[in-house]
């Protein structure tokens, strides 16, 4: 257990729709990030969160946000949901420039 | 460029072999951490082992060794005596030291069966 929690576990809804992700880091970590798992793209980092603040993005679409909260916790919100936004979501954390540990996943079928 | 390539998609063994898993990387960075993490077939991903760009010793953990090299920008992971429970994707990762994006680029994985 690496101390990173996301819910939901899996998630399956339909194209057009909007979702939300949920993550909280390991106690003490202030950096959050997210990245995506497909079959054709392999693993990609999306953003970076520094204790409330953006610090980098990634590939990430329009079409998707984040936030990091007070308490540390952060949403990935994904909307206007596609197919190929199918893929598995990892949330990890760290401190600052550090080892990453990544939570369970979010598993995201789009029907 | 900034790439890690593992040029084993998949490989497969019998119980008790030594196996390799071969990481090469790019980068322009001076300052750089290499990694290694395990998926699983329930899909989390573990955490193996962090290396700096300036720390070349290679680590040795129970059956888990790391060969890291400079030289051949590689970063090569070793299993010795595989065991079914090491069946998994393996990854390799890069972080630039300097970026400040704590972006990790990954390779694209090299699935290991270890069949009894």
């Known amino acids: 257990d690496s101390g990173v929690t996301q819910t939901p576990k899996h998630l399956i809804t339909a194209t057009g729709q909007r979702v939300t992700l949920r993550c909280s880091p390991r106690?003490?970590?202030?950096?959050v990030y997210w990245y995506q798992q497909s079959l054709d793209q392999g693993l990609q980092f999306l953003i970076h969160?520094?204790?409330?603040?953006?610090?980098a993005k990634g590939n990430i679409l329009e079409r998707f946000s984040a936030q990091q909260f007070p308490d540390l916790h952060s949403e990935l919100n994904l909307s206007s949901l596609e197919l190929g936004d199918s893929a598995l979501y990892f949330c990890?954390?760290?401190?600052?420039?550090?080892?990453?540990?990544f939570g369970p996943g979010t598993r995201l079928t789009v029907l | 460029a900034q790439k890690v390539t593992q040029a084993q998609t998949e490989i497969s063994v019998v119980e008790k072999e030594d196996v390799t898993l071969d990481c090469v990387y790019e980068?322009?960075?001076?300052?750089?951490?290499l990694f290694w993490y395990k998926q699983p077939p329930s899909g989390e991903l573990v955490f193996l082992i962090r290396?700096?760009?300036?720390?070349?010793q290679n680590e040795i953990s129970g059956r888990y060794s790391w060969n890291f090299q400079k030289s051949t920008s590689s970063f090569n992971f070793t299993i010795t005596a595989s065991q079914v429970v090491d069946s998994a994707v393996y990854f390799c990762?890069?972080?630039?030291?300097?970026?400040?994006?704590?972006?990790?680029?990954f390779g694209q994985g090299t699935t290991l069966q270890v069949k009894p």
């Open positions: 990890a954390s760290s401190v600052w420039q550090d080892t990453q540990y």
């Open positions: 106690s003490g970590d202030l950096s």
């Open positions: 969160y520094y204790n409330g603040e953006e610090r």
């Open positions: 980068t322009r960075d001076t300052t750089y951490y």
């Open positions: 290396r700096n760009s300036f720390d070349e």
């Open positions: 990762a890069l972080l630039h030291g300097s970026s400040n994006t704590g972006k990790l680029i």
